[in-house]
């Protein structure tokens, strides 16, 4: 993205070299035919535009300083090398070096058009004899590039914003709203039995129930959103399958978990507060389960086990799907054991869920009050709201939007600025041109359309070239998209509108002087 903004900046600046350089023509055959070398004035070209470059380097890495911490603000906590980013003497180097091969390369065009003609014919031609051959040629090529372009970097930003908006709308299939969730690690030596650790939980869970604007709360060894727990198990009377256990994701839950996260009931019943250590062993599993293990049929009545000589534990109730991880995740089979259940799994209980009526980081201090009353050195961590945590889920997927959408829009608007630079330097050149239609009864509507339509042409070329390279190019994104693939014809259907529209428009705006030119005063120049 960012190599793309540099080529429409450099294809930009390009262009207004090469109006300089015919605003120079005069004067650069004058010293030739006087004898100058061409090697030199090329070396003084060149020179000038590396100063121009170098002054544009160091505008920008002043700009850098600050644009930078406005970036690392925005972008994911938990991105890798964050805290890295920095402008050191690497950077600094590596701009150096960037800066001077861009002015190299686009100063080598304008300075090696202006030296190669020949002294006589520049000082017989007039200015606009070399724009109606040469220098439109030029920038009509320049400004076709860009466009097709900036056509590339709205592709890639309409995949990634139809991709995000794609993910936002997937169902959980559990309610986020008014739920704070916080762990609660218990300590070893103290809380070293699974009986001990539940009692703690269903001590705690009883206390919080009672705070004024508490509607319901839950426990479990690991909240959604907040990691989870993978096991191998049989079911009773079916074959293994070839790896030997069948594969879901289990979780061990109070009562209340179910109500706390709106998880609704599909048959059979939801775990009770008759599911104790002693009773028969019981599982609630997702819609998924019957779908993807047992090919549809009913699970309730199924009895599954852990391992060959585990206890076998009866599925009394089918619950609604869930994506445990995030809309990112794909629907799986879930197993909820009764935390109370203890012999039942491995686990550690740890994580803790309250839904509230009103603000939930409103009951916070009520909620450590809570637990220090049943053990006042229990420390309390990551107590954040599920909004949260979904939101921080989700951080990469916007931060990557953000930047496809701030390239996009900086590449319309140097496209905007190119296209106006280019059509207004064709009504400047033909002035006198314009001057005659206009008097010979042209209308000015006419003339608007005669210069638009011109660059409409080129700025179609440029679309559909831009397009079938960003065709190309998108299927590096197939790996980050969600819900749309990187052929979705509609994004490129908005791209070709959005920078037609925006290209047409600033060449209109420009062609619009043309309008306003006096015939008199345009032929009495001549």
């Not at 440029?462 to 509609?490: E, I, K, M, N």
């Amino acid at each position: 993205m960012v190599g793309v903004i540099l080529l429409i900046a450099c294809v930009n600046v390009a262009n207004l070299l090469i109006v300089r350089g015919v605003s120079r023509r005069r004067e650069i055959a004058i010293r030739l035919a006087l004898g100058a070398d061409r090697r030199r004035v090329v070396r003084e070209l060149l020179t000038q535009s590396l100063l121009l470059a170098l002054v544009g380097g160091l505008v920008g890495l002043a700009l850098s300083a600050w644009t930078r911490q406005i970036l690392v603000s925005l972008a994911p906590a938990n991105m890798p090398r964050l805290d890295q980013v920095t402008l050191d003497v690497r950077v600094l180097a590596a701009s150096f070096v960037l800066v001077l091969i861009t002015g190299l390369l686009f100063g080598v065009l304008p300075a090696w058009q202006a030296s190669r003609e020949r002294p006589i014919d520049a000082l017989r031609a007039t200015e606009r004899v070399v724009a109606g051959t040469t220098v439109m040629r030029w920038r009509n090529a320049l400004m076709t590039i860009e466009v097709a372009l900036s056509a590339i970097l709205l592709v890639g930003a309409g995949l990634t914003f139809r991709s995000l908006n794609a993910m936002n709308g997937v169902p959980l299939g559990f309610r986020t709203d008014h739920v704070l969730a916080m762990n609660i690690s218990l300590p070893n030596p103290r809380y070293a039995a699974a009986d001990d650790r539940f009692a703690f939980f269903d001590r705690l869970a009883g206390r919080v129930r009672a705070i004024p604007g508490v509607e319901e709360v839950a426990f479990a060894n690991r909240l959604p959103l907040r990691g989870g727990w993978g096991s191998g198990f049989l079911i009773d009377g079916m074959p293994p399958p070839p790896s030997g256990f069948y594969d879901c994701d289990f979780q061990a839950v109070s009562t209340g978990y179910f109500d706390v996260f709106g998880i609704p009931l599909r048959r059979g019943r939801a775990l009770q507060s008759s599911d104790i250590k002693g009773a028969q062993p019981v599982a609630v599993v997702s819609e998924a389960f019957s779908r993807q293990i047992l090919n549809g049929a009913d699970p309730i009545g199924h009895a599954i086990r852990r391992g060959p000589n585990a206890p076998l534990i009866t599925i009394v109730g089918v619950v609604g799907d869930v994506r445990r991880q995030g809309k990112l995740e794909q629907l799986g089979p879930q197993v909820y054991l009764p935390a109370a259940q203890t012999g039942s799994y491995p686990v550690r209980l740890a994580d803790l869920a309250v839904r509230t009526m009103g603000d939930p980081k409103s009951l916070v201090p009520a909620l450590q009050q809570a637990l220090w009353s049943i053990d006042a050195s229990q420390p309390v961590t990551a107590v954040l709201t599920l909004d949260e945590v979904l939101f921080q889920r989700g951080a990469a997927q916007r931060f990557r939007a953000l930047l496809f959408g701030m390239c996009a829009v900086l590449a319309l608007i140097l496209s905007l600025v190119g296209v106006y630079g280019v059509v207004s330097y064709a009504v400047s050149q033909r002035t006198p041109e314009i001057g005659i239609r206009i008097a010979l009864g042209a209308a000015r509507g006419d003339i608007l359309r005669w210069l638009v339509g011109g660059t409409a042409a080129l700025v179609v070329i440029g679309v559909v070239a831009g397009l079938l390279v960003a065709r190309f190019l998108s299927r590096t994104l197939d790996a980050l998209l969600f819900g749309v693939t990187s052929a979705d014809l509609a994004t490129y259907a908005i791209a070709a509108v959005s920078i037609t529209v925006v290209a047409l428009g600033s060449a209109a705006l420009a062609a619009r002087r043309a309008t306003l030119i006096d015939p008199a005063r345009a032929l009495r120049g001549e």
